[in-house]
């Protein structure tokens, strides 16, 4: 036990070292034409050492949020107002999704046409009409992944209540920052780590490995080359679905971000009182009271 403490406080007193060390050196991690600096993200983007490095820079916000409840209010509107804006110009592609269906039904059904071609800007993009139908599973997933923090700072979730209702304010806050910390932030880290590696194995080859060494990736870094994944359920089905396994990285950032955001919002209304419910939260208006008051309950907001 002693010793993964003493571990533990080694990795989180380098990890200052490590962040400069990196901010110094893009070229040795972002030169992705370099297979050695390929493998050094592919490597560091699920380790140890990044683990530690965002612990320190959302702890010392944290703490400084402490001492400077602006600050940290501040931090809260630009995480909240970066969820929203990624939501809500993603939830646009349900009204695409919506589009394309009803283009392909009656393409499909009424005119018979075997295939669709798309060049908005002069460039012929021809598809089989499979291809089409089977890509409205692509955008059901950008919903999904991309509106997901969205949604939580909607209130848009639905809640199964057990004991939340029933304690006061305060316990009410600190029922969230204990969600967030032990619940929201373990969950989607160990997601993360598995959904990293699982989108570069459909990237590169040979596929990296999730146990594997810095050494032994750049040992393998000189027959490391690009081999996206490009294999359809169907012969003229849809072929991109590498994009699916960039989508649950991308769910992944924006839930650690929330859960995050989550813990100082409750933090500081546990702080600050009743008064403080809701501060600079911009939430979409339904335009109906009666709607607003029953999505209020649904969402275990009142």
């Keep these: 036990m002693l010793d993964l403490i ?5 990795e989180l007193v380098m990890a200052p ?4 060390t990196a901010l110094l050196s893009p070229a040795s991690w972002l030169d992705w034409s370099n297979p050695e600096s390929l493998s050094r993200f592919m490597y560091y983007g699920a380790s140890v050492e990044l683990f530690f490095a965002l612990f320190f820079i959302f702890g010392a916000i944290t703490v400084a949020g402490f001492f400077n409840r602006r600050f940290l209010w501040a931090c809260v509107r630009i995480q909240e107002g970066f969820a929203n804006a990624i939501g809500r110009t993603a939830a646009w592609v349900g009204l695409l999704m919506v589009l394309q269906q009803v283009m392909i039904v009656f393409l499909q059904r ?8 798309m060049g908005p800007l002069g460039i012929a993009f021809t598809q089989d009409l499979s291809w089409w139908a089977e890509e409205l599973k692509l955008y059901n997933a950008i919903v999904v992944t991309m509106c997901v923090t969205y949604t939580f700072v909607q209130g848009g979730h639905v ?3 057990l004991v939340y209702s029933a304690v006061k304010f305060r316990t009410k806050k600190v029922l969230d920052m204990f969600g967030a910390m032990f619940f929201m932030l373990p969950v989607v880290t160990l997601t993360y780590m598995y959904a990293w590696f699982f989108m570069w194995r459909h990237l590169v080859v040979p596929n990296p490995s999730a146990s594997g060494t810095l050494e032994r990736m750049l040992m393998q870094s000189r027959a490391l080359r690009w081999n996206v994944e490009t294999i359809g359920f169907s012969p003229n089905g849809f072929n991109a679905y590498f994009l699916f396994k960039v989508l649950i990285v991308a769910y992944c950032v924006l839930v650690f971000l929330q859960a995050w955001s989550m813990f100082w919002r409750s933090y500081l209304e546990w702080k600050e009182g009743e008064t403080s419910e809701a501060k600079y939260l911009d939430r979409d208006y339904l335009g109906d009271d009666a709607e607003e008051i029953e999505h209020a309950i649904q969402s275990g907001s009142t």
């Design 110 to 117: 009424i005119f018979r046409v075997p295939e669709i071609s």
């Design 17 to 20: 070292v490590n962040i400069v």
């Design 159 to 161: 809640r199964v209540d």
């Design 6 to 10: 003493l571990w533990a406080l080694t």
